[in-house]
């Protein structure tokens, strides 16, 4: 069975989406729809932009969205999901590329959900940190015994988590953290406290936005970010899609519930090869790839 999945923020490169305009017709038509409905020409930015034009959070979610979508659909046959999972923002692309929601529908939450996000930063100073080499119960065990906001945000893959909070409880949290044996604890280059209480204001405004949105049934299960669990009701994936602004990307067991429901070959569609790398270090029995058209 194929589980095909789809990269949240961070994946975007100088160029991406470029090759995917220039040689198909119907790329070159969805980039042109985005740039209507957007109303700014974010093919510019992607094709020619620099990495710190990239880093804006209007564009960015925006662009990485639009590369996933796009590629999914100009694979045509090819696109032949058993099972569907984005992480954090990659979930859109993969309700969209499941046909759970329009291209139009999709575009437009996800730039609401970067407008957003990108207030709720603004209101509270905050940032995130990647932390290697711990179990998970360290970590939530440290997160818990600290005084500030400080959550885990992104259970990636065994002994990679990233946590989120302000700015004092971050840097309490990293010097906590390597006492307690981390091989690795950084700071992110990151605007904000994504998949944290600190996002609630950006949970609340996304959430009328969502409940306002046609979603179907997709094509098949689609492994969402807050529970691991497969959906295919439409009243469950919005619950789940508003939750998940606010909780964290349970990534390693949205993969391993993938496996155990009979994935065996994880197609990454998107920029980058982020989710390759993660599936690997989670299981070593499943093959991965990157989507060709």
Known sequence: MKAFVFPGQGAQFPGMGKHLYETSPMAKKMFEQANDLL???????????????????????????????????????????????????????????????????????????????????????????????????????????IEETVVPANFNSPGQIVISGSDDGINKAIEALKARGAKRALRLQVGGAFHSPLMEPARAELEEAILAATFSSPVCPVYQNVNAQPSSDPTVIKENLIAQLTSPVKWSRSVMNMISDGALTFIEVGPGCVLQGLIRKISCEVTTESAVF
């Open 39 to 145: 109303r700014f020409r974010i093919t510019d930015i992607m094709f020619s932009g620099t990495e710190e034009d990239l880093k804006q959070t209007k564009v960015t979610q925006p662009a990485i969205f639009l590369h996933s979508v796009i590629l999914s659909a100009i694979m045509e046959n090819n696109f032949n999901p058993d099972m569907l999972a984005g992480h954090s923002l990659g979930e859109f692309s993969a309700l969209v590329a499941g046909r759970a929601l329009s291209f139009e529908e999709g575009l437009i939450l996800v730039a609401k959900r970067a407008n957003a996000m990108q207030k709720a930063c603004e209101k509270n100073p905050s940032t995130m940190a990647a932390i290697i080499g711990l179990d998970d119960g360290v970590v939530e065990e440290v997160c818990d015994s």
